[in-house]
C-alpha cells in the first residue's frame, strides 16, 4: 500500500542551525501538507502546498519556515534558524485532491538543543 | 476559528466492549471530518472520512456518526479488542479555511485483557 515516507526519522540540532525535513509523499497525490505536534498537545496545522505554491499556512508557519518541491517526488520543510521551541514531532501528509482523506507519515521527531 | 473537542481525554475499558469516542466542533460550516488513530510515537493513520452531506461511515468494527447541525460526531468501536489501545484524533476541515484540519487533543484508549 502507497505511504507517505519521513526522512530522518529524528533529528537533533543545536538552536540558531538551519534543518530540513524530507518528505516523499504517495505518487499519485497533489497535495501536499505539513503539520507539528508539540509534545503533549494538539497537531497544528502548518502549511499546505499545490501546484508549485503554498496554498495556505498558519500564523505558525513564519518567515523562518519555507517548504519547496525540489524535484518530483520530495517535498520539504525548512527551518532556518531554530528555536527551542520549534521542538516537536512534525508530520508531512498528502491527499490525491484538495478535500480527500490526508495521509500522514510517520513524523520526523526534532529536538532543538 | 475553529476549536475542535474530544472528551473523554482518556478511557480505560476491559476488552470486548462496546465503546464511544466524542468530539465536538464549534463551526458547523465544516466541510467533512476524519478519524485518526496515532500509537505511541507513531504517524496518524487515518480511519474515516466523513463528507459534510454524509450522516455516518463505516469501516469494520469501526462506525462514525456526523451531526454537522449539532458539531459532534461519534466514533463507535464494536467488541474492542487490546490493539485497538491508542489514541484516537478527530480533525474537521473546514469551508472558509482550504484544505488545513483542525485537530481536536484525542482520546487515549486503553483495552484491557
Known amino acids: 500500500e502507497p505511504e507517505v515516507t519521513q526522512t530522518p526519522s529524528h533529528q537533533v540540532t543545536q538552536m540558531g542551525q538551519e534543518v530540513i525535513l524530507r518528505c516523499v509523499p504517495i505518487?499519485?497525490?497533489?497535495?501536499f501538507y505539513w503539520y507539528r505536534q508539540i509534545l503533549g498537545q494538539k497537531v497544528e496545522f502548518l502549511v499546505s502546498?499545490?501546484?508549485?505554491?503554498?496554498?495556505?499556512k498558519s500564523e505558525i508557519f513564519d518567515d523562518q519556515f519555507s517548504v519547496e518541491r525540489p524535484d518530483g517526488s520530495n517535498f520539504t520543510l525548512k527551518i532556518r534558524s531554530t528555536k527551542l521551541e520549534d521542538s516537536a514531532m512534525y508530520f508531512c501528509?498528502?491527499?490525491?485532491?484538495?478535500?480527500?482523506?490526508?495521509?500522514f507519515g510517520a513524523g520526523t521527531r526534532l529536538s532543538v538543543l | 476559528k475553529q476549536e475542535v473537542t474530544q472528551i473523554p481525554a482518556a478511557l480505560s475499558v476491559p476488552e470486548g466492549e462496546n465503546l464511544v469516542l466524542n468530539c465536538s466542533f464549534t463551526?458547523?460550516?465544516?466541510?467533512?471530518l476524519q478519524w485518526f488513530r496515532q500509537d505511541p510515537g507513531k504517524g496518524l493513520t487515518s480511519l474515516l472520512l466523513?463528507?459534510?452531506?454524509?450522516r455516518e461511515q463505516t469501516s469494520g468494527r469501526l462506525n462514525a456518526s456526523l451531526d454537522k447541525s449539532s458539531g459532534r460526531s461519534t466514533l463507535y468501536i464494536a467488541a474492542s479488542q487490546p490493539g485497538d489501545s491508542a489514541t484516537y484524533l478527530c480533525?474537521?476541515?473546514?469551508?472558509?479555511?482550504?484544505?488545513?484540519?483542525?485537530f481536536g487533543g484525542g482520546t487515549r484508549l486503553m483495552v484491557k485483557p
Open positions: 501528509a498528502s491527499s490525491e485532491q484538495g478535500m480527500n482523506i490526508q495521509y
Open positions: 505518487s499519485n497525490h497533489l497535495y
Open positions: 502546498f499545490y501546484n508549485n505554491e503554498i496554498s495556505e
Open positions: 463551526d458547523s460550516a465544516i466541510y467533512n
Open positions: 466523513i463528507q459534510s452531506s454524509q
Open positions: 480533525a474537521v476541515s473546514s469551508n472558509n479555511a482550504g484544505n488545513m484540519l483542525t
